[in-house]
C-alpha cells in the first residue's frame, strides 16, 4: 500500500530462469514487494504449450498466499484448438485463475491469426482479460492488437511491456487510442526515460497499468519508474493499481 | 515507508550518464542546461559524464564533444573515452598533463570483438595502473574470461563494471570475488533479490548507483537502491562515497 493506493503488479511469473537469475520463490518475491510496498502481484506461467502443468503450478503458487497474488491462465496455439479451450475451462472454472497471458513468441503465428481466434473467442464469451507478450518480435507487434480487439468487444487485451521498443509503443499507444478494450502495462528492462509519461499523455492514465515482470526482474525498479515519473500524483495511484483493480475486479 | 514522491535522503553522484547525440540516436536532453535540470528533478547533485559518440563511433571525437557540455559549477565530471591506439592514447596523455582526467572509459568493445588482453590493451591498462586513474568497462561488451584473466595481471587498477543486466545474473558474483578491485555500478541489475546478496556479501563499499541515463531513466534505479534496506550511512556510500574515492581528490573540489 502506497498513500492508500493499492499496489497491484499486473506483469509476473510463476516457473524459474535460473540462468538469468530468475527465481519464483515467493518468500524472495513477497520481501521484495513489501520492501517497495506492492500489495498483489499477478502471476502466470508461460513455460508449458499445454498449459496444464503451468497452470497447476501458477494455482498452486497462488494458494499459498492467495492474499498476494493472483493467477493468470496459460495457453498456446501449439495445441489444439479443442485443448487450449479446454485447458482455458479447467483453469477459469476448476483453478479459478482469473486472466489470460499469451505469449506469442513461442509460436509462428503473429497474434491477429487465427489459431489465436479460439482463446479469443473464449474470452469474450466469459468477459475476460487477455494480456499479451507484445514487441518487436514479429508475432508480437503490437499494432495486431487493433486488428484483434475490435472483434472481440467483451474481452480486455492488454499490450505487455507496451511494445517495449519506440516505434513498437507507438503501435501499442494507438491500438489503445482505437480500442476502448485495450490497456497498456509498463513493465520492460529497457527503462528509456520518458515513457511513463508518454503512455500517460498519449493514451490516458486510465489505461495504463503498472507491471514489473517479477521474478525476471525485482519489482523495485520498475515500481521506482513509476513513482519518479512527471506525471500527478492522481494519474500515479491509477497506474499503480487503480486501473487493474477496476478491470480486474479485485 | 514508500510514498508517491521520491526523495533520496542521501546526497548523489551518478557514475554513469551519456551526454550528446550518438551517430544513431537523438538524446533525449539536448545540452548541459537540459541535463542539470534533469538531475534537478531527480535530487542529483553530480554525475560523471561521457559522450554518446563513445559507445559505437570515435571516443576522440567523443571526447572533443564532451569538452562542451563541462561547466564551472562542478556539478558534471568528465570521463573520457579510451581505445588502445596511439591517437587515443596521445589525446589522453594530453588531457591528463592538463590535470583533467579523473576517470578513464573503454570505447567500443564489442564493435570489432577486440580482444580485451595484456598483449592488446597494455599500454593503456599499465598507463591507468601507474597513474591512479580509475577505468570504466561495460560488462555487455566483455568476454568474462578475459576481463578476469586481464584485470588480475592490473593488481592496482581500480575499475567499475557498467551495465550489468540480469543476463549477467550468472556472473556477477564470480566477478567480483574474482576482482577484488572492481565496483559493480547498478543502472540495469535487476536480479530479484541479488543485490541484496551482493551488499552481504562484500559490503556496501563496492557498489556504486549510477543510472546511465540517457539510455535509461535517471530515477527508478535510485528508487530501488532506498528500498533495499541499507543503513543511511551505506546508502551515502553507494550513492555518493564510493564514487569520490574512486575518483580521488579531483571529485572532492
Request: aromatic content about 8%; charged content about 20%.
Amino acid at each position: 500500500m502506497i498513500e492508500g493506493v493499492r499496489v497491484i503488479d499486473f506483469h509476473g511469473h510463476v516457473g524459474s530462469n535460473d540462468i538469468m537469475g530468475m527465481v519464483d520463490d515467493p518468500d524472495l518475491m513477497i520481501h521484495a514487494m513489501d520492501a517497495g510496498g506492492i500489495d498483489v502481484s499477478c502471476l502466470f506461467n508461460i513455460y508449458y504449450p499445454s498449459g496444464t502443468r503451468g497452470n497447476d503450478m501458477t494455482a498452486q503458487f497462488v494458494a499459498r498466499h492467495p492474499d498476494r497474488f493472483v493467477g493468470f491462465a496459460y495457453v498456446s496455439p501449439l495445441t489444439s484448438a479443442d485443448a487450449m479451450v479446454a485447458e482455458l475451462e479447467r483453469a477459469i472454472d476448476t483453478l479459478k485463475l482469473v486472466a489470460i497471458k499469451l505469449y506469442p513468441p513461442f509460436v509462428p503465428w503473429s497474434l491477429d491469426q487465427p489459431q489465436w481466434d479460439p482463446i479469443y473467442e473464449f474470452a469474450d464469451q466469459r468477459g475476460l482479460l487477455i494480456i499479451h507478450h507484445t514487441g518487436s518480435e514479429p508475432q508480437a507487434f503490437p499494432k495486431y492488437l487493433a486488428n484483434v480487439a475490435p472483434r472481440y468487444p467483451r474481452a480486455k487485451f492488454v499490450s505487455g511491456h507496451s511494445g517495449n521498443t519506440p516505434e513498437c509503443r507507438a503501435q501499442a499507444i494507438a491500438a489503445a487510442n482505437a480500442n476502448p478494450n485495450v490497456f497498456l502495462e509498463t513493465c520492460s528492462t529497457f527503462r528509456t526515460p520518458g515513457v511513463i509519461e508518454q503512455l500517460v499523455a498519449e493514451a490516458g492514465a486510465d489505461r495504463v497499468l503498472f507491471g514489473s515482470d517479477t521474478p525476471l526482474m525485482d519489482p523495485r525498479p520498475q515500481l521506482g519508474k513509476i513513482i519518479t515519473a512527471q506525471i500527478s500524483n492522481e494519474a500515479k495511484a491509477q497506474v499503480l493499481g487503480g486501473n487493474a483493480a477496476r478491470i480486474l475486479e479485485i | 515507508m514508500t510514498s508517491l514522491s521520491f526523495k533520496p535522503r542521501v546526497p548523489v553522484f551518478d557514475a554513469n550518464v551519456k551526454v550528446g547525440d550518438a551517430h544513431d540516436e537523438l538524446s533525449p536532453c539536448p545540452d548541459r542546461a537540459g541535463l542539470l535540470a534533469e538531475m534537478d528533478t531527480h535530487n542529483i547533485q553530480r554525475a560523471v559524464i561521457y559522450h554518446a559518440l563513445a559507445d559505437k563511433t570515435s571516443p576522440v571525437d567523443a571526447n572533443r564533444a564532451l569538452k562542451d557540455w563541462l561547466g564551472d559549477e562542478g556539478r558534471l565530471y568528465s570521463q573520457w573515452a579510451a581505445l588502445p591506439t596511439r591517437r587515443s592514447l596521445e589525446q589522453l596523455g594530453e588531457l591528463h598533463a592538463q590535470g583533467r582526467v579523473s576517470s578513464v572509459r573503454l570505447a567500443g568493445l564489442d564493435i570489432v570483438k577486440f580482444p580485451f588482453r595484456p598483449w592488446s590493451y597494455d599500454p593503456l591498462l599499465s598507463w591507468l595502473s601507474q597513474e591512479g586513474i580509475p577505468l570504466w568497462l561495460a560488462l555487455p561488451e566483455m568476454d568474462a574470461h578475459e576481463l578476469v584473466s586481464t584485470l588480475q595481471a592490473y593488481p592496482d587498477l581500480e575499475t567499475v563494471l557498467v551495465g550489468a543486466h540480469y543476463m549477467h545474473a550468472l556472473w556477477v558474483q564470480p566477478l567480483m570475488k574474482a576482482l577484488p578491485r572492481a565496483h559493480l555500478e547498478l543502472s540495469r541489475f535487476e536480479p530479484i533479490g541479488q543485490l541484496e546478496d551482493l551488499l552481504d556479501e562484500f559490503g556496501a563499499s563496492r557498489f556504486v548507483f549510477g543510472s546511465w541515463y540517457w539510455r535509461l531513466a535517471m530515477g527508478p534505479m535510485l528508487f530501488y537502491l532506498h528500498h533495499v534496506g541499507l543503513s543511511d550511512d551505506d546508502l551515502a556510500l553507494v550513492c555518493e562515497g564510493n564514487l569520490v574515492r574512486i575518483l580521488g581528490e579531483q571529485a572532492n573540489d
